[in-house]
């Protein structure tokens, strides 16, 4: 390494190492927030992993465009509790307007 010093390579890699754990900490923390997000529109209290969290979130999302495009119809019950959830979003929705 020609005319860099050590101690300036260390220091640049502690930043982006610093840099690293911080984005990984406002993902964790976006996920988390957004999973107490779907628990409040699910009503469940079961802990979810971040891909049973993303998963919820997309089928959220997709029911409450339906709703806004005024093409909501019940989906098939898929065995995971989408079909519960979109009921209870219509429930909620109608509550609300």
Avoid: Y
């Amino acid at each position: 390494m020609v005319g860099i010093a050590v101690d300036s390579i260390v220091a640049v890699l502690a930043v982006c190492l610093r840099w690293s754990r911080l984005r990984v900490k406002d993902i964790n923390d976006a996920i988390k927030e957004l999973g107490q997000m779907i628990a409040g529109h699910t009503g469940s209290s079961q802990p979810m992993t971040r891909l049973m969290i993303v998963q919820e979130a997309v089928t959220v999302i997709t029911a409450l465009e339906q709703q806004l495009r005024g093409t909501a119809t019940p989906p098939a019950d898929d065995g995971c509790g989408t079909h519960f959830l979109a009921l209870r979003m219509d429930k909620n929705w109608n509550e609300r307007t």
